[in-house]
């Protein structure tokens, strides 16, 4: 069977600890045509805000998977299809390759069914990610190709996610990474904010992700985002 993520162009990330635009609702973004839902966040992406959410989200059929920054044991439910579980290949910090993971897998029995590594490679310096990972962002294009190449075929990784969060990356680099990999399904997000920047990362990237823009500009932009990566991916 394809994994679930073989056929998404565009995710939407939507941050619990952030509000939603005003007048939106998290139902509508199950309408805009993005391919599924991440719930994640740097922190804070806990089981107290992440029920609610999902909650509302109860009567659509979007796919929702949440990367955890609490140890994921919640029972597989309708509305949550799985766990995506980052891995940040350039952290400094080990706590973010395999430190807490460990303490999870260690301290209970996971439904290893519902649980799925993604490669991160983060390359935002400023990004909160990158401060609280101690991520050492200085990388060329070659760095970043080698982390990804030993992502997949080290570590056997499924999905490698180029991650610039809050800035817009080099389509270059993301182009480079994608030449490199052979079946990993490569994420890219940062910076995604309207059509253009949507359309341009589409073309280099399998799926690209965006965020921050459904909380600071909303839901049409985020639709308008996803205007530009179809058109991307399917114009002939
Ligand atoms: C963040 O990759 C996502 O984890 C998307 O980035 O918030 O900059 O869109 P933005």
Same mark, same amino acid.
């Given at each position: 069977m394809a994994a679930a993520w073989?056929?998404?162009?565009?995710?939407?990330?939507?941050d619990p600890d952030k509000p939603l635009h005003d007048g939106d609702s998290y139902v509508d973004i199950a309408d805009i045509g993005t391919d599924a839902i991440i719930l994640g966040g740097t922190t804070n992406v806990t089981e107290a805000r992440i029920q609610p959410i999902l909650d509302t989200?109860?009567? %659509?059929e979007i796919p929702i998977f949440v990367e955890p920054t609490y140890r994921p044991t919640q029972s597989h439910t309708e509305s949550l299809s799985g766990y995506l579980l980052p891995i940040v290949l350039n952290a400094d910090n080990v706590m973010w390759i395999t430190g807490a993971h460990h303490e999870w897998v260690r301290s209970s029995d996971l439904e290893w069914d519902y649980i799925h590594p993604e490669a991160y490679i983060v390359l935002n310096p400023a990004s909160s990610v990158a401060t609280? %990972?101690?991520?050492?962002?200085?990388?060329?294009?070659?760095?970043v190709v080698a982390y990804a190449e030993l992502a997949e075929q080290v570590l056997g990784q499924e999905i490698v996610y180029l991650e610039y969060s809050g800035m817009l990356g080099d389509p270059a680099v993301v182009a480079a990474v994608r030449d490199a990999l052979s079946s990993a399904q490569l994420f890219y997000g940062g910076g995604i904010h309207d059509y253009d920047s949507a359309y341009e990362m589409a073309k280099v990237a399998d799926t690209v992700v965006v965020g921050d823009v459904l909380h600071d500009a909303g839901i049409e932009a985020v639709e308008e985002t996803v205007r530009g990566a179809t058109d991307a991916n399917h114009e002939s």
């Open positions: 073989a056929q998404w162009e565009h995710v939407t990330k939507v989200l109860s009567s %659509t609280y %990972t101690q991520a050492d962002c200085n990388l060329d294009t070659d760095d």
